[in-house]
């Protein structure tokens, strides 16, 4: 279970990394809408994209290895309105 | 007339064709199933733009009989009308009662938007050529007035060149009026146009005419005067009025957000540190000043969205990029 800070840092050092495989849009919410516990990074991808996203992120800190599981979000992608 | 007032059979009548909570064709005899299904294949014609009900009127008299009323865009003449699409004189509801049925005209349905020439007033339709957004806010910079919007609604995204006129209301709003310049583009943020997300606001300020300056509204929805500014946080209540949703509410649902936004003529422009919402925006909406629902503290500039979510840039990004402070009165 990742924290909220935890959460943050994981797609500060790897958001770029889920946008090369397709997502449009990386934010971080809270896990429970999606079914899991703490903090999630969600991946928004556009629909019917066959993404390669990986189910979660790991970063090392000095406490040991974190492991922020990641959830696929299908959605248009955002536009200047 | 109160809905309580209103004949039982129209209010039948009318949640039969909306099919919404009125019995369902499956569920009647097949004469009056074939008949239901044919008044509701009626609404397949798309001069057809709303139903109600309301008197009917005969050769634009008044009878002071209620009806069942098809509203269509256009009213034509009954023989110029395919046979699937008109409109039954008298329709039968479920108990075999019968109610008359009228026609009227009322043209192109359009979405009411905050439009107007004067005050220039924040939350109300701006833009330049044919962009057109909302004028988020009146601010200052030394003695000077300007307009707050996205470089999307005052500056083409960058392209456009300091000087040029923005109009209010905008190019859209303004129905057959002449434009009325208002204000010129004076100050823009750049995009920087990398794969990386490493943009902050989507800002640009008008400086007002002269001749403005005594038709200003400094009032921002919902905001405290003197105007003060708060950091956004998760699960924060906001607020705000665009030019297209009017007056509405989001929840934060988180302040760092990582988006690539595509723009016209530019490709995907990639933002951090954005603050993510639930849905309260329509396009048309780019450039409202986002609200701290609690504290009536301005807490972002609104510029991007989807049915999934809205986004506006932190306002403390915007202040430090364009250097100005929100005027008051």
């Known amino acids: ?81 | 007339m109160p809905k309580d007032h209103t004949p039982k059979e129209l209010l039948q009548a009318l949640d039969m064709i909306r099919g919404d909570s009125g019995p369902q064709p499956e569920s009647l005899g097949a004469l009056e199933s074939t008949h239901i299904k044919r008044i509701r294949s009626i609404f397949e014609d798309p001069n057809i733009v709303a139903i109600g009900i309301a008197e009917k009127e005969t050769e634009a008299k008044a009878t002071g009989e209620l009806c069942l009323s098809f509203y269509v865009e256009k009213k034509h003449a009954k023989a110029k009308v395919k046979a699937g699409r008109m409109v039954p004189p008298v329709m039968s509801v479920a108990d075999r009662t019968a109610v008359f049925t009228d026609v009227k005209e009322v043209g192109k349905l359009r979405p009411q938007v905050n439009r107007r020439a004067t005050p220039l007033q924040s939350g109300f339709s701006v833009g330049r050529a044919a962009d057109t957004g909302t004028l988020g806010a009146i601010v200052q910079k030394a003695k000077k007035f300007f307009i707050l919007s996205n470089s999307h609604v005052l500056a083409n995204c960058g392209r456009a060149k300091i000087g040029e006129k923005i109009i209010y209301p905008g190019d859209v709003d303004r129905g057959a009026t002449k434009a009325q310049p208002v204000a010129v583009l004076s100050d823009f943020i750049a995009f920087e146009r990398s794969a990386d997300f490493v943009n902050h606001v989507d800002a640009a300020l008008a400086e007002i005419d002269k001749e403005f300056l005594a038709k200003l509204n400094f009032s921002i929805f919902r905001a405290k005067a003197p105007f003060a500014t708060i950091d956004p946080v998760r699960g924060m209540k906001i607020v705000k009025r665009g030019r297209t949703s009017g007056d509405t509410e989001g929840t934060v649902k988180d302040v760092h957000f990582s988006a690539l936004i595509p723009y016209p003529g530019l490709g995907k422009i990639g933002f951090m540190d954005q603050v993510f919402c639930t849905t309260y925006s329509k396009p048309g909406d780019s450039g409202s000043i986002v609200v701290d629902k609690a504290t009536g503290k301005i807490v972002g500039l609104h510029f991007a969205g989807s049915a999934s979510g809205s986004i506006f840039n932190p306002v403390g990004e915007v202040t430090k990029a364009l250097k100005f402070r929100f005027a008051a009165e």
């Open chain 1, 1 to 81: 279970m990742a924290n909220e800070k935890q959460a943050d840092e994981a797609r500060r050092q790897q958001g770029r990394t889920l946008m090369e495989r397709g997502a449009h849009a990386v934010g971080v919410e809270e896990g429970k809408r999606y079914g899991k516990k703490g903090y999630v990074v969600v991946a928004h991808v556009p629909p019917r994209h066959n993404s390669e996203i990986p189910s979660s992120l790991r970063f090392s800190t000095e406490e040991g290895e974190v492991e922020v599981p990641v959830v696929v979000e299908h959605s248009e992608p955002f536009k200047p309105e």
